[in-house]
């Protein structure tokens, strides 16, 4: 969020209305206005609120007197406890399907959520955000990014919802379908499950999802086409797959997040069937698509001590063209021009001088680590973080902190034998 | 006498079974792909490309060439006059001297070559070609004692049945290798088809001081796209593998070669000749490919070569530097072979190796090899307010660009040769965005469709305006404009950017200011000497610029490839060394402080060898930073 | 590749298998091309099968682009003629439906146009069978059911099990396509065959435009003081050099490091 004084029209709305169901709450939250210093400040000009007009009122029903609404800064909120948005009794739904990798809320679920909100609002009537949230879940604060209500299931006539059963979650929507009928059914357009889910149930409704959308709103929805290359504007459809920051995250308020009632459908047989995962060594996945790369170059010495560091971090092995070219690492994990180009979050580079052939295959990743002895090379000026050091000390001290931490447990899952782990570098 | 009925049957039998042999040969070559020679004239220019154009190549050895001289030369001598003297029974005691006087300068030649093969050098293959000057002097030393005997000049006491039946054999054995194995593929058959090899040469340009460096165009509606199997070579290539007299003087030079990459030049030849024959590997005698054995490679006319004969990887290793062509005394033509055979790889069986698929990839998507924006590709020079000549309609000097326009230390190379336009006024304009690759790359990794499309579309955009002459400081692209794009009509004055300053300061346009800068060397890219046969510009803008070239041993036409031509830093087929580190080391030796280069693919290719070394330095940069710069308003 | 052992045993069973296949695009010149995740279906589905599997297009045949997939050594592209806007599913499904193919094989989302990913979850759908979505490779094929595995975030896999016939997508992830090859590409034929594929209704009136920037959302400064939030908001973009440490311990500097890599989140 951005420090801009930003109008919110329905906290202007609701605090200019003092029957409003969410007046006592969002005024309550005004009361100790915190100054940035963290200062408790009371404003002695502030005991009212100001019209649209700009006229200034008398706040009569204030509890303690010094209640006022400014001119609405949301970034100025302070309270521990935000206003609670209630949806009494919610003539239609608002469905968002959430992911929840690792059975927490991503920020593509807040965004999801947040956008779900904003549907919700511009409806004339009240619509409730209806929450999905199958699997193991193990967020607890649902309501705090957007949920007024919720649909929580671990299981289905005991088949877990773990794992990949994208059968039996369709058949939970369908019964939501079928009790609720949301006016919106929303996905994140995601990797995680979303995009496979929402693409079946939108087959299923005979509804054309609209997706990877990016700016939707109640009557048009603009969709990023293929490659990237093409805005489809459309009437918003019922189905949406939505891309990541399609709407701003809930951050004022709490929602309440309350379960609703749900008849199980009967039970589906599956087709797809969920083998597990495939324990996948992270020094063994291509480079092309790891996430995390420790490079070694021309300025490491001791080899096995960097196998060793690359295994505690779980990061994936990566060299510059003379550390293979020497024989200490295989071909295929050269990175850079002739090599690999990768497109890692985090590149750690160490005793890489960074010479352009090496700096074009890192060209994709978003923040580059380096550890080098020479603060003049062009790998530290590439580098987001630098630091000027012999490898061999800060790998000992690295794997000392990591000790500490006690991390590196080993993945669980089925092994895998040599050929299908080079099948999967 | 015995000598009188058996010296004519032994002497026509041979040559009557070399006759057969021959014809063979002749057929195997034959069953090559059909490609037009003018006979007549190839065989009359025959004898002078023989005396003068190879003796050119071979002279750089004086003591082979001297012994070349007496062995061969004595030989078809002496043989002549035994065919008119033994053979048809010419008796005239002239004749007689004059076969002794041959035999006796054949019988000195074959003394010089036994010595030379007392320690033979590794590039000199052994095998038969160990016998080879056994067989000499047995032959020459026969035909002398029985001319002798023949004509009566030696004490007749001497001259007994056991003698003569000797020197019979003597002589019956030297002529199996001279003659029979001539016609059948032992050593002398270099004789045979390294004459017919130079009458009917694929590239005549070459002789008489000429030069054919481009590579010729692929039809591209052929039902085989490049050369699969040996008959799909044309015919007198497999007639020039034939030539090749495994002297190993192409292996001596081949950069891929000392840097272990699996290549052998001339035991790429002699597979080939295997191919066209039919056969294994198992008879050749010299060195292998480095990390391949000997003897496992087998083939035959009909088979593709690169199921068995000659592996993918060797082809993939060329730099298609030419030093092997350059030093073939048989003028052999290595590259274009390894070319076709590339070809192949690429257009029918789709197996470019290494990042090679990505880089034609890129080129048939975006006209560059990096797969960058082609609408980006003027950015480099969005500063420097360069004319286009789509806005100026003409111009003496069309700047080519090149993809460095893509690459931030070419662009360093290109900024600074603008610089010293500018301060020269030269009248020149560029491309921009309509400029696309020159294809050398993409016609070197065997993709002549894409080379043939990005050719034909520069074709079309030059030919739209008006320029006398195009600049480029790529020899890459100087090569492609000059030597490749006529046979697409595509004709026109290129000049490479050292010619070009050389001429600005021959003609005093430039304002210099030397500066000191140590000990320099001058690397030769190879697409500009030996593609082009330009030494001296360069070395001239040094000299102009005060600076003494400390030359390394391999300079000039000896010139050690970069080892970044052809494709081969892209295909990176590994070897014990990089060529690039090998390069650096000659500079080294030579203690240079700089590299001078004229090519931006040698400079990225010699920075890339580790720290510390050298600085390397384009010939536009060290121009541009001797510039007198005038202050201007 | 598939490992050595289980390629073979895939050899010995004939599958059938199509492919579809689309006109692709480059992202930055816009040229047609064969689509990448396209050509990575028709890979896997020449790594299944020792028989040739069929691809299949719908739109014009005449689209020169299409022969990159030819030139990964199959003889023959299907073409369903139709124009561009058509609705491409019906023709498909009744098309595969009349085929008994064991497996079909596409891409995730196309290169051109709406590029929605929808259509082989639709063309499934019609033909009543399973879709895997996102496949790398197909394990094994044993007694009428497929081991695939699919793609997950940051290189993970998982193994599913799924009876024949089915439909399957193909991520990127998986075995990049063979080379195009020029020669076959011009050689093999692309046989087209006209289909009663109708005009896309729904898409009708929406409309398409080039693709407009979308803002990056900022990291949100909380807390700390308006000074500090102050400087957050307009640090330097990353790129234009970053933070070097020289001073301190090797301890320090290695905390450092592990700092930031907590931060980005690679290490847990
Ligand atoms: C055509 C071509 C293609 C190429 N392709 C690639 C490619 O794909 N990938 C690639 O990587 N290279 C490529 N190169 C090679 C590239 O130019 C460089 O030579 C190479 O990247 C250098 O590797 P390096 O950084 O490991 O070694 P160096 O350049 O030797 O750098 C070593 C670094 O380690 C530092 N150092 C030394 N000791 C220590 C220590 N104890 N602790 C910490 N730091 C230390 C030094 O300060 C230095 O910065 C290519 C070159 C060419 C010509
Ligand atoms: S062209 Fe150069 S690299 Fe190729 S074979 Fe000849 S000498 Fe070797
Ligand atoms: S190819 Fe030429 S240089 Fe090489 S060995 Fe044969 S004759 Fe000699």
Partial sequence: MSLRIRRNPRLERIRRNRLHPEYESLMAARVSAIGPTGLRRINPHQTGFVMVQGRKRLNRLNPDGVGFAGAGQPGRVQAKEKPLHRVADPLGYVAAVLDLPGGRLSSHDRDVLGLA?????????????????????????????????????????????????????????????????PAFWLFPDSIDGGADLGSRWAVQ???????????????????????QLTDWHRPTPRVLLLAPECGAPVEELRHEALPLELTLPEPVSVTIEDLGPVSVDPSQIALSEAEFILAAGNGVRNWDQFHQVATVLGATEGASRVAVDDGYMPRHRQVGASGTWVSAWVYLAVGISGAIQHLQGIGQCETVIAINLDAGCDMVRRADLTVIADSEAVFAELLNLMNERQTGIAPQGVTVHEGEARHVA | ???????????????ALMLIGATRRVLAW??????????????????????????????????????????????????????????????????????????????????????????PPGRLSRGPWMRLPKSLLVFSTSLFLITLMTADWFPAGLVGWVFSGLLLIGLALGLAEMLVGMGWGGPMKHAFAGALHLAFHRRPQRFGGGRSTGLKPLNLTDSTLGVAKPTDFAWNQLLGFDACVQCGRCEAVCPAFAAGQ???????????????????????????????????????????????????????????????????????????????????????????????????????????????DPARRFDWAADLELPLIADVGKADVLFWISDGAFDQRSQRILRAFVAVMRAANVDFA?????????????????????????????????????????????????????????????????????????????????????????????????????????????????????????????????????????GAPITDIPGEYRIADMRVDDARAVEAETIAVACQQCTAMLEGVVEPRPQIKDLAELVSEALVTEARA | MLPESRSKTMASQAMKIAALVSVGQHPLSRRERRADQDARAVELALSLSPELPSLIHVGSARNESLRAYLGMGLNNLKVLNADQDVDA???????????????????????????????????ADQLGWPIVPRIVSVVSIAGGYAEVWQALPRGQRRALRVPLPFVASVDPAAEPARQSAFGPAQRGSIDSRPCAAEPDQARANWQQHPAKPRPKRLAVAKGGTAAERMKAATAKPQGQGGQVITEGTDREKAEAILARLVAEGVVR
Avoid at chain 1, 119 to 145: F, M, N, S
Avoid at chain 2, 1 to 15: E, Q, R, Y
Avoid at chain 2, 319 to 333: F, G, S
């Fill in chain 3, 89 to 123: 599913v019906p023709a498909l499904a009744s098309y595969l439906g009349e085929q008994a193919l064991d497996i079909v094989l596409t891409g995730v989302r196309a290169e051109c146009g709406e590029g929605s990913g929808l259509l082989p979850y639709a063309v």
């Fill in chain 2, 262 to 372: 699996p290549l052998n030049p001339k035991k790429l030849i002699q597979d080939m000749v295997v191919g066209l024959s039919g056969g294994t590997d198992a008879g050749y005698h010299g060195s292998a490919y480095p990390g391949k054995p000997v003897g496992e490679a087998k083939g035959n006319p009909g088979q593709v070569i690169v199921d068995g004969l000659v592996s993918a990887e060797t082809l993939w290793s060329c730099t298609t530097c030419r030093a092997c062509v350059e030093e073939c005394p048989m003028m052999i033509e290595h590259v274009d072979a390894i070319v076709d055979m590339r070809r192949f790889l690429t257009q029918e069986r789709g197996e470019t190796p290494g990042a090679g698929v990505q880089v034609l990839d890129n080129l048939i998507a975006t006209d560059n090899p990096g797969g960058l």
């Fill in chain 1, 117 to 181: 909100q904003q549907l919700a609002q511009a409806k004339d009537e009240p619509h409730a955000v209806l929450a999905i949230a199958l699997g193991d879940v193990r967020e607890t604060d649902l309501g705090g990014a957007g949920a007024d209500r919720v649909i929580q299931l671990n299981q289905l006539h005991n088949e877990p919802l773990t794992g990949y059963c994208p059968e039996l979650k369709r058949a939970i929507l369908n019964a939501t379908e079928q009790h609720y009928q």
């Fill in chain 2, 30 to 119: 034959r069953a090559g792909r059909n490609e037009p020679v003018a006979v007549v004239a190839g065989l009359m220019a025959m004898p002078r490309r023989y005396l003068v154009d190879l003796h050119h190549v071979v002279q750089r050895d004086r003591f082979i060439a001297n012994t070349h001289v007496a062995t061969a030369g004595g030989f078809v001598a002496a043989l002549a006059l035994a065919l008119l003297v033994h053979g048809f029974g010419v008796d005239s005691s002239i004749l007689n001297g004059l076969i002794l006087l041959s035999a006796a300068g054949m019988f000195v030649g074959a003394c010089c070559i036994a010595w030379r093969r007392r320690n």
């Fill in chain 2, 430 to 566: 560029v491309l921009g965005n309509d400029e696309c690759d020159s294809g050398d790359v993409a016609r070197r990794l065997g993709d002549d469709a894409t080379f043939q499309r990005l050719a034909r579309h520069n074709i079309e955009v030059l030919g739209r305006y008006e320029f006398n002459r195009i600049v480029t400081t790529d020899p890459h692209a100087f090569h492609v404009l000059a030597n490749e794009y006529g046979d697409f009509g595509g004709h026109y004055r290129v000049q490479h950017h050292s010619m070009f300053i050389n001429e600005l300061m021959e003609q005093g346009q430039l304002n210099l200011q030397p500066k000191a800068l140590g000990r320099v060397t001058y690397h030769d890219p190879c697409y500009l000497g030996r593609y082009n046969g330009e030494y001296e510009s360069p070395r001239s803008v040094l000299s102009t610029l005060g600076i003494e070239v400390q030359e390394m041993t391999r300079s000039g036409y000896r010139s050690r490839c970069c080892g970044g031509g052809g």
């Fill in chain 2, 1 to 15: 006498m015995l000598t009188d009925w058996l010296l004519p049957i032994l002497l026509f039998g041979a040559l």
């Fill in chain 1, 205 to 227: 409704l005979g509804e054309r999802a609209a997706v990877q959308a990016w700016q939707v709103s109640k009557e048009t929805t603009v969709c990023r086409g293929g490659s």
